[in-house]
C-alpha cells in the first residue's frame, strides 16, 4: 500500500483535485452562461491522457518487480507461476474497469463535476496493487 505522502501520491492527488476544480468551475460557468460544458471536455481529456498513462506505467513497474522476484526464485513452480498470471490479469481488468468508470463519471455532464478523478486516484495508492 503507498503511503498517501509519497512524492507520486502528493503529486497525483494534486492533479486529481485540480482537475475536479476545473471541473467544478465549467459547471458553474455552464449554469450562469450556459459555456462550461464545452470547455469541460478539455480537464477530463487531460484526466484520461493523464491518468490512463500513470496507471500503465504504474503496472508495468509492478509487473517488472515481481519478474524480478521470480527470477531470483528458480524453485518457483509452473502452476505457481500461472496463477500469479491469472491474478495478474484480473488486476488488470479490476483497474480498467475503476478506470472506465472514473472517466465515464468526469465524461458525463453535470455529473462530471463530482470528484471522479480525485476518488479513483485516492482508492489506486490505497489498493497499492
Known amino acids: 500500500m503507498s503511503s498517501l505522502f509519497s512524492p ?3 503529486i497525483m492527488l494534486f492533479l486529481a483535485g485540480l482537475l475536479d476544480i476545473i471541473g ?10 450556459g ?3 464545452i470547455f469541460s471536455y ?3 481529456t487531460i484526466g484520461i491522457i493523464f491518468f490512463g498513462t500513470w496507471i500503465i506505467f504504474r ?3 509492478k509487473k517488472a518487480g515481481e519478474e524480478k522476484k521470480e527470477e531470483l526464485k528458480e524453485q518457483l513452480a509452473e502452476r505457481r507461476k500461472k496463477r500469479l498470471k491469472k491474478k495478474a490479469t484480473k488486476k ?9 468508470l472514473a472517466a465515464l463519471g468526469e ?3 453535470f455529473l462530471g463535476a463530482l470528484p471522479f ?3 479513483y486516484v485516492y482508492l489506486e495508492l490505497k489498493s497499492g496493487e
Open 24 to 33: 467544478i468551475i465549467c459547471l458553474i460557468l455552464d449554469a450562469a452562461l
Open 8 to 10: 507520486e501520491a502528493v
Open 59 to 61: 503496472a508495468q513497474t
Open 92 to 100: 488488470g481488468m479490476k483497474k480498467g474497469l475503476k478506470f472506465g
Open 117 to 119: 478523478w480525485t476518488i
Open 35 to 37: 459555456i462550461g460544458e
Open 42 to 44: 478539455v480537464p477530463d
Open 107 to 109: 465524461l458525463t455532464p
